[in-house]
């Protein structure tokens, strides 16, 4: 891949993501890069020179980005747009000129003239063909719902698409001609079977509105993963941070027993009985809250039939179940799945369950690194004092 098409690739991909507007459910940067995949396999087949690979897949990216400007004139827009962005980085008149017609090729009213049109048409609408027309063909219908331009019903949508199969769309290179009309055939023999079942149509619709009605909305997975995963990292940093604590705590331990211990036996150490007595105690204790802090807490992992029938445990937590047999907690699952209140309470439980662990952990923590500041600072005083007042080199009065 040539240096200019990386580039473009790279201001496409961050000009779609962040100027279009989002109610392009179809006219984006997925089918941006859908074109360009099916450009590569055009010209993977046609040996052309590099000067035209390296056109078309220019155009192929540029393409579309005219919809950053609205939908009207877009092929102008972009061959404009596609024009300034070439001159920018260095690229010659002539290509230029080439890619921006390339672009304008790409208007449905266009006749292609050459074998590189033919290309950036079949490409731009190789969907037709593909497995992922279904998926395209409602996202173009929602487009137009959202940008005010149309609103189909399913019948009329139906109807609009198989008039641009039968009447408005052709395959022009022998590629897609050979490779991919088969496909459209398909599709559009599927569009003709719908028109002639429109009771099997309603019935589709009636399930995929039901799907979408039972279906958690993303908005609402994302908060709960987002927040989940936040309380999960905020439960990390509590146990590094009480990990810390309890690390150092034995540090100061052990050099406390390997050295001053040993010595406090001599009558000339006892001044030290008292500051090491505090040091160790201090110590000691915030060991201990560290290890309260993040030691588990496992509940008694049954649950009865009942409680799944009244919803009243949390299936999410693992010490909820961990004592059941694989049977029992197969069929909860399938009670929760089938309702989408009881998925959303689990998950709101789990939520509140671990803010309320989250809550103990660090108001453990807060206390522990009180007493463990608060230790080093009596303890020195007490070790200064010790050694002024009470130690072989103390000052008298």
């Given at each position: ?7 473009t690739?790279r201001?496409v991909?961050?000009?779609l993501?962040?100027k279009l ?6 006219h ?7 074109v360009?995949k099916s ?5 993977n ?6 000067e035209e690979?390296?056109w ?10 005219g919809y950053?400007?609205?939908p ?8 404009k747009?596609?024009?300034?962005f070439?001159?920018?980085?260095g ?11 390339l672009?304008?090729a ?6 292609p003239e050459?074998?590189l049109?033919?290309i950036i ?9 593909q497995?992922?027309?279904w998926?395209t063909?409602?996202y ?17 949508w ?10 408005k769309h052709?395959?022009y ?9 088969k496909g ?5 023999n599927?569009?003709?079977k719908?028109?002639?079942t429109?009771?099997?149509i309603?019935?589709?619709e009636?399930?995929k509105?039901k799907y979408?009605?039972?279906?958690p909305d993303?908005?609402i997975?994302?908060l709960?993963r987002?927040t989940?995963?936040n309380h ?17 705590n034995?540090?100061?331990i052990?050099?406390?027993?390997a050295?001053?211990?040993?010595k ?13 007595l505090?040091l ?7 060991m201990i809250l560290?290890v309260?802090a993040?030691r588990p ?16 445990v ?6 909820n179940?961990h004592?059941?047999?694989l ?5 909860a699952?399938?009670e ?6 009881y998925?959303?309470?689990?998950l ?5 369950f671990l803010?309320?662990v989250?809550n103990?952990?660090y ?8 007493i463990f500041?608060?230790?080093m600072?009596?303890s ?18």
């Amino acid at each position: 891949m040539s240096e200019i098409v990386e580039k473009t690739e790279r201001f496409v991909t961050e000009l779609l993501s962040e100027k279009l507007d989002p109610r392009f459910l179809y006219h984006n940067l997925r089918h941006t890069q859908r074109v360009v995949k099916s450009t590569k396999e055009l010209l993977n087949f046609y040996d052309l020179g590099d000067e035209e690979n390296e056109w078309l897949l220019l155009a192929s990216w540029l393409h579309d980005i005219g919809y950053i400007e609205g939908p009207e004139n877009h092929e102008e827009s972009s061959a404009k747009l596609a024009a300034s962005f070439l001159k920018e980085n260095g690229y010659d008149d002539a290509g230029t000129k080439q890619v921006s017609n390339l672009i304008l090729a790409t208007k449905m009213s266009h006749e292609p003239e050459n074998l590189l049109e033919e290309i950036i048409r079949d490409a731009d609408i190789s969907h037709f063909a593909q497995k992922s027309y279904w998926e395209t063909a409602d996202y173009l219908r929602d487009e137009l719902k959202e940008l005010g331009i149309a609103d189909y019903s399913s019948k009329e949508w139906r109807e609009k698409n198989i008039q641009m199969f039968r009447t408005k769309h052709k395959f022009y290179t022998d590629y897609a001609k050979d490779n991919w009309e088969k496909g459209k055939e398909k599709n559009l023999n599927q569009l003709l079977k719908e028109k002639k079942t429109e009771k099997t149509i309603a019935k589709k619709e009636a399930l995929k509105a039901k799907y979408k009605s039972d279906s958690p909305d993303r908005s609402i997975q994302t908060l709960y993963r987002v927040t989940q995963s936040n309380h999960l990292k905020l439960s990390d940093i509590a146990d590094t941070k009480a990990n810390i604590l309890l690390s150092v705590n034995a540090i100061i331990i052990s050099l406390v027993l390997a050295n001053l211990l040993t010595k406090l036996d001599n009558p000339s150490n006892t001044y030290l009985i008292y500051p090491t007595l505090i040091l160790i105690l201090f110590s000691i204790t915030s060991m201990i809250l560290s290890v309260l802090a993040t030691r588990p807490n496992i509940t008694s992992g049954k649950f009865t039939k009942e409680d799944v029938e009244q919803k009243r445990v949390n299936l999410l937590f693992f010490g909820n179940f961990h004592k059941m047999k694989l049977e029992e907690y197969e069929w909860a699952m399938s009670e929760l799945t089938k309702d989408k209140d009881y998925v959303y309470s689990s998950l709101t439980k789990d939520l509140y369950f671990l803010g309320l662990v989250l809550n103990k952990k660090y108001k453990i923590l807060r206390i522990t690194y009180n007493i463990f500041m608060l230790g080093m600072i009596v303890s020195v005083l007490a070790f200064g004092i010790a050694f002024r007042f009470f130690g072989p080199d103390r000052i008298p009065f």
